[in-house]
């Protein structure tokens, strides 16, 4: 990614802020029309869900710019969601539910050049994380 790509990433990462709770309700509503088999996955308090999600988004754009922290964090996070149940499949649905999500919430602001952006950081995301499943699953 590119400097201007990670500064673009984090402005619009920043205008969710105090719209937590709106942008986990509308990413989960929107991941369990697309994939309902994911929902058993989760607890009845998807509350408690929505603060990890919303530090673990957090977490990853902050250090876009910083892959080699940002890798261990994200491989113990893929880690413990093996455990959880969670297969590489499961990434694809996600990851079309938090580009729909930020469509929603940023409007017009999501151009080519943001969904691009952000499809980019979603699949680093999603591939530093699948090591951790992998390695998960190979350890067990």
Do not use: C
Request: hydrophobic residues 50%.
């Amino acid at each position: 990614m590119t400097p201007t790509d990670i500064a673009l990433l984090r402005t619009q990462f920043a205008a969710t802020k105090g719209k937590e709770d709106l942008f986990a309700s509308l990413f989960y509503a929107r991941l369990f029309r697309i994939a309902p088999e994911l929902r058993p996955l989760f607890g009845q308090d998807i509350h408690v869900q929505s603060r990890k999600l919303m530090a673990a988004l957090a977490l990853a754009v902050n250090g876009l710019d910083r892959p080699e922290s940002l890798r261990p964090a994200l491989h113990t996070l893929g880690a413990r969601h093996a455990g959880y149940g969670v297969t590489a499949a499961m990434f694809a649905p996600v990851g079309r539910a938090m580009l729909d999500t930020l469509a929603d919430m940023l409007g017009p602001a999501l151009d080519e050049q943001a969904r691009q952006a952000w499809q980019s950081a979603l699949g680093t995301v999603a591939a530093m994380m699948t090591a951790g499943l992998a390695a998960a699953r190979e350890a067990a």
